[in-house]
């Protein structure tokens, strides 16, 4: 199993940006990646990356201003945000499997989250 914790969140005003980090312990996954909630909402993929192909995928919304990356074989995964927006508010949350596709209609299945951490953004 693996234990996962998620920092960096905060309030920023709309354009400002944020980094995201998620501290994994145990044993290493070949899937990570990052998923928000806002209320009312359905949770949705926003970046992943998959140590097994090196592969990034990025959710819509997001492309072109968040970009995730690793350190330390994926004992520290993060999330650059940018030119961040209102819509972005939300709860953050990493998520860690071991999956024959790393996807994110597979990895919202695994059973390792983190608590979560909440990013305010202001108009």
């Known amino acids: 199993q693996v234990r996962l914790m998620e920092s960096g969140g905060g309030s920023v005003e709309t354009g400002g940006s944020l980094k995201l980090s998620c501290a994994a312990e145990?044993?290493?996954?070949?899937?990570m990646g990052w998923f928000r909630q806002a209320p009312g909402k359905a949770r949705e993929g926003v970046a992943l990356?998959?140590?097994?192909?090196?592969?990034?995928d990025y959710g819509d919304s997001v492309r072109g201003r968040f970009t995730i990356s690793r350190y330390n074989a994926g004992a520290t995964l993060y999330l650059q945000m940018n030119s961040l927006k209102p819509e972005d508010t939300a709860t953050y949350y990493c998520?860690?499997?071991?999956?024959?596709?790393?996807?994110?209609?597979?990895?919202?299945?695994?059973?390792?989250w983190g608590r979560g951490t909440q990013v305010t953004v202001s108009s």
């Open positions: 998520a860690s499997g071991s999956l024959f596709r790393c996807a994110f209609d597979t990895l919202m299945e695994v059973p390792d």
């Open positions: 145990g044993l290493m996954r070949n899937c």
């Open positions: 990356f998959s140590s097994k192909t090196g592969n990034t």
